[in-house]
């Protein structure tokens, strides 16, 4: 059961015998390569793709994370290891080496914490899938049990996976507040209702494994995210944070910049970095943006399209040459340059309109940070990333059509399908 959540009674014994020395987790450890290597379905031929430490092993878990993520040549076989419980005490501890690094050197709110939580999630729904289908249902259920004890679970009880938007109140069965699980409990509430099609049917129809399971797995990414959480806040009172887990830690960061190295596409790759907002450089549809509109579509001009060319073309210009969807943290990961540089030119722009945008449409601030990819928040968190889509820059047709007070093409415009090519062409040339 510890294989599929770590923070299980089971998973915690097996820190407590096993996990505790700190000093040896960059050893060697022949136990882990033996586990390793007795797993028929692993790709040994490279010693490269065997973890030989607990450190070693943490590395291939994220990894495994972002090649499966990222790398269109995604090799499964050489992380197959990682999916057979033959290594289900080490993976346990390497779990807990992750958090508890992460916890102390980045804390609740950051990347890493996020992609560590979301990596977890990833391995158990991979990990269920190796699985045949009753003993899947089996340890689910087991699982569901210790997760939530109560017989009848109020929708309130997951009111931190709704809120932190891991599951939606819609994905759920509910009658007179409770979730509905249980095929006995369905049939007994919409019986009736549904007896014309096959109680048994529907039951598996709208709820069955499948909601038992989303549940589950987004309950343990939540626990892991309290547990690095947890940690961050024992950390903060200690005089020294560890050194081993700080070095972990930053071996961890540098295995999720990955994504951002070596999987850009599209122009060969390369590393994704921000670069100075050159004003000159701007296409004229972008220049009269940011001198305010004077009449109608203040909005549209400021929130859908001011704001995602900004932040891009500041951030991320090469999006569209790319094949991989960033957050603005991958690039900005503290977030002060949309605080310091880009936010102050939205709202600026903002403030030249007639009348001012805000001062009768305050809300629309909501709408910049919902555009920039962090949901629908008064500021910029990165615990809200993920929320909303970071937009990317509206086309030249869309400016045509929907705001063609602002298309006044210049001769560099020929050709060109989007204002951030058009910035893109021009810093090409100097």
Same mark, same amino acid.
């Given at each position: 059961?510890?294989?599929?959540?770590?923070?299980?009674?089971?998973?915690?014994?097996?820190?407590?015998?096993?996990?505790?020395?700190?000093?040896?987790?960059?050893?060697?450890?022949?136990?882990?390569?033996?586990? *390793?290597?007795? &797993?028929?379905?692993?790709? !040994?031929?490279? $010693?490269?793709?065997?973890?030989? /430490?607990?450190? %070693? =092993?943490?590395?291939?878990?994220?990894?495994?994370?972002?090649?499966?993520?990222?790398?269109?040549?995604?090799?499964?076989?050489?992380?197959?290891?990682?999916?057979?419980?033959?290594?289900?005490?080490?993976?346990?501890?390497?779990?807990?080496?992750?958090?508890?690094?992460?916890?102390?050197?980045?804390?609740?709110?950051?990347?890493?914490?996020?992609?560590?939580?979301?990596?977890?999630?990833?391995?158990?729904?991979?990990?269920?899938?190796?699985?045949?289908?009753?003993?899947?249902?089996?340890? *689910?259920?087991? &699982?569901?049990?210790?997760? !939530?004890?109560? $017989?009848?679970?109020?929708?309130? /009880?997951?009111? %931190? =996976?709704?809120?932190?938007?891991?599951?939606?109140?819609?994905?759920?069965?509910?009658?007179?507040?409770?979730?509905?699980?249980?095929?006995?409990?369905?049939?007994?509430?919409?019986?009736?209702?549904?007896?014309?099609?096959?109680?048994?049917?529907?039951?598996?129809?709208?709820?069955?494994?499948?909601?038992?399971?989303?549940?589950?797995?987004?309950?343990?990414?939540?626990?892991?995210?309290?547990?690095?959480?947890?940690?961050?806040?024992?950390?903060?009172?200690?005089?020294?944070?560890?050194?081993?887990?700080?070095?972990?830690?930053?071996?961890?960061?540098?295995?999720?910049?990955?994504?951002?190295?070596?999987?850009?596409?599209?122009?060969?790759?390369?590393?994704?970095?921000?670069?100075?907002?050159?004003?000159?450089?701007?296409?004229?549809?972008?220049?009269?943006?940011?001198?305010?509109?004077?009449?109608?579509?203040?909005?549209?001009?400021?929130?859908?399209?001011?704001?995602?060319?900004?932040?891009?073309?500041?951030?991320?210009?090469?999006?569209?040459?790319?094949?991989?969807?960033?957050?603005?943290?991958?690039?900005?990961?503290?977030?002060?340059?949309?605080?310091?540089?880009?936010?102050?030119?939205?709202?600026?722009?903002?403030?030249?309109?007639?009348?001012?945008?805000?001062?009768?449409?305050?809300?629309?601030?909501?709408?910049?940070?919902?555009?920039?990819?962090?949901?629908?928040?008064?500021?910029?968190?990165?615990?809200?990333?993920?929320?909303?889509?970071?937009?990317?820059?509206?086309?030249?047709?869309?400016?045509?059509?929907?705001?063609?007070?602002?298309?006044?093409?210049?001769?560099?415009?020929?050709?060109?399908?989007?204002?951030?090519?058009?910035?893109?062409?021009?810093?090409?040339?100097?």
């Amino acid at each position: 059961m510890s294989f599929i959540n770590p923070l299980s009674d089971e998973g915690k014994q097996i820190v407590r015998e096993d996990g505790g020395d700190l000093d040896r987790i960059f050893d060697v450890n022949e136990d882990i390569i033996d586990a *390793v290597n007795s &797993i028929t379905a692993q790709e !040994i031929s490279d $010693d490269a793709y065997i973890p030989k /430490s607990y450190v %070693d =092993l943490v590395i291939k878990r994220v990894e495994w994370y972002i090649d499966k993520k990222s790398d269109p040549k995604y090799n499964h076989k050489k992380y197959a290891f990682l999916f057979y419980p033959e290594i289900s005490k080490y993976d346990v501890i390497a779990f807990y080496i992750i958090c508890q690094a992460v916890g102390i050197k980045f804390g609740p709110n950051s990347r890493e914490s996020r992609a560590v939580s979301e990596l977890q999630g990833q391995l158990i729904e991979n990990r269920l899938e190796e699985l045949y289908e009753r003993e899947r249902s089996e340890i *689910v259920d087991k &699982i569901m049990n210790t997760l !939530i004890v109560q $017989d009848r679970i109020k929708w309130t /009880s997951l009111a %931190d =996976l709704l809120s932190s938007k891991k599951i939606n109140l819609q994905d759920l069965v509910l009658k007179d507040g409770n979730i509905i699980l249980d095929q006995d409990d369905f049939i007994e509430y919409f019986g009736d209702v549904v007896k014309l099609q096959q109680p048994e049917r529907m039951y598996n129809v709208f709820i069955g494994n499948k909601i038992k399971e989303l549940i589950m797995i987004k309950m343990i990414m939540q626990n892991t995210e309290n547990y690095i959480k947890n940690v961050h806040e024992i950390a903060g009172r200690e005089v020294e944070p560890n050194s081993t887990l700080l070095k972990i830690a930053e071996e961890v960061a540098d295995t999720l910049s990955k994504e951002i190295r070596y999987y850009g596409g599209g122009d060969g790759g390369g590393e994704v970095k921000a670069s100075p907002l050159s004003i000159e450089k701007l296409p004229p549809c972008i220049k009269k943006a940011l001198d305010g509109i004077k009449s109608g579509g203040r909005n549209e001009v400021i929130v859908l399209f001011l704001t995602p060319f900004l932040s891009y073309a500041r951030l991320y210009p090469s999006v569209f040459r790319r094949n991989t969807t960033l957050k603005v943290s991958d690039v900005d990961a503290d977030l002060k340059i949309i605080q310091n540089e880009i936010l102050p030119m939205i709202y600026d722009a903002a403030d030249r309109c007639s009348p001012p945008l805000f001062d009768d449409q305050p809300q629309e601030k909501i709408n910049i940070n919902a555009k920039l990819g962090f949901g629908m928040h008064d500021g910029l968190n990165l615990q809200h990333e993920g929320e909303t889509t970071w937009y990317t820059p509206m086309s030249c047709e869309k400016v045509k059509l929907n705001m063609p007070n602002l298309c006044k093409p210049d001769k560099t415009c020929k050709g060109i399908t989007n204002p951030l090519s058009y910035y893109n062409r021009k810093m090409r040339e100097k």
